[in-house]
């Protein structure tokens, strides 16, 4: 008999191995979107705006001789939006959307109205008229795009850049010859401006002083918050609700 010791089993009497572990590539891990949460204030003051910019801690009101100058006004104090209703004669909020948006994406946002047809009158006798509409193109309202991205080595820091503003008003009515009333063509005007700003996350909105016909002043307040998906068991105060992102620096917004 041989060396008991020196038997060898079977192959196929040995248990089978153990997979290796499964590697990972860093493609496959999953990796949360850089998501930001973008809230608008578009207000309009009226009467003396000027004093209330100022009063609300505004420089200046960023207008000469009724034309906007070449460098727009942005305000990035806090609590000017408060301030601001405060001191404005009236104050109208025409819009306050608020988008979710991937970091580094451009986002639109439009408040305005269905493409319209407005009524006037023109001359066609001494004392006689005709009622006309003027082309169903007039969008009036603004279009605003804009682009959040971080800034590199300040994680409190969001640089919103570019924002592309084009504003389209009803400025007024062409005046008609002999006649005080307010029905002549409407005059239709388009604006633009093109700026930037860097905000802190989760601050109070930054204002900036929009192109404007005489008599009207909008206003553009602007807040950034990273946020991100909520997970499994999390409770939201609804249902759409995104998680805030807190930096060291600042606490994020209730």
């Known amino acids: 008999m041989g060396n008991v010791g020196g038997l060898r089993p079977n192959e196929s009497d040995r ?8 590697s990972v590539s860093r493609a496959d891990r999953k990796i949360e979107p850089a998501l930001v949460q ?22 200046a009101v ?17 609590g000017i939006l408060d301030l601001l209703k405060q001191n404005a004669d009236a104050l ?5 959307p608020t988008i979710t948006a991937d970091s580094g994406r451009a986002s639109s946002i439009e408040v305005s109205t269905s493409p319209v047809q407005i009524p006037y009158f023109v001359r066609t006798g001494q004392k006689t008229f005709e009622l006309k509409e003027s082309a169903a193109d007039a969008q009036l309202g603004i279009r605003i795009q804009l682009t959040v ?3 590199a080595g300040q994680d409190d820091k969001l640089s919103v850049s570019p924002i592309k503003i084009s504003m389209t008003t009803l400025d007024g009515r062409e005046p008609i ?4 009333l307010d029905i002549g063509k409407p005059i239709v005007s388009t604006r633009t401006l093109e700026t930037s ?12 002083v929009l192109p404007a016909p005489a008599g009207r002043q909008p206003v553009l307040f602007v807040s950034v918050q990273r946020v991100r998906q909520p997970r499994p068991g999390e409770i939201l105060p609804h249902p759409n609700a995104m998680v805030p992102i807190q930096t060291k620096s600042l606490k994020a917004m209730p």
């Open 15 to 22: 248990p089978p191995k153990a997979p290796p572990p499964a």
């Open 38 to 59: 973008v809230r608008l204030w578009l207000v309009e003051l009226r009467g003396d705006a000027k004093r209330a910019l100022k009063e609300a801690g505004f420089s």
């Open 62 to 78: 960023g207008r000469s001789e009724g034309r906007r100058r070449d460098t727009e006004l942005i305000e990035t104090g806090p």
């Open 92 to 96: 109208d909020v025409l819009g306050a």
């Open 149 to 151: 991205r971080p800034v």
């Open 177 to 180: 010859a002999g006649v005080d």
């Open 197 to 208: 700003m860097t905000v802190v996350n989760g601050a109070e909105p930054s204002g900036i």
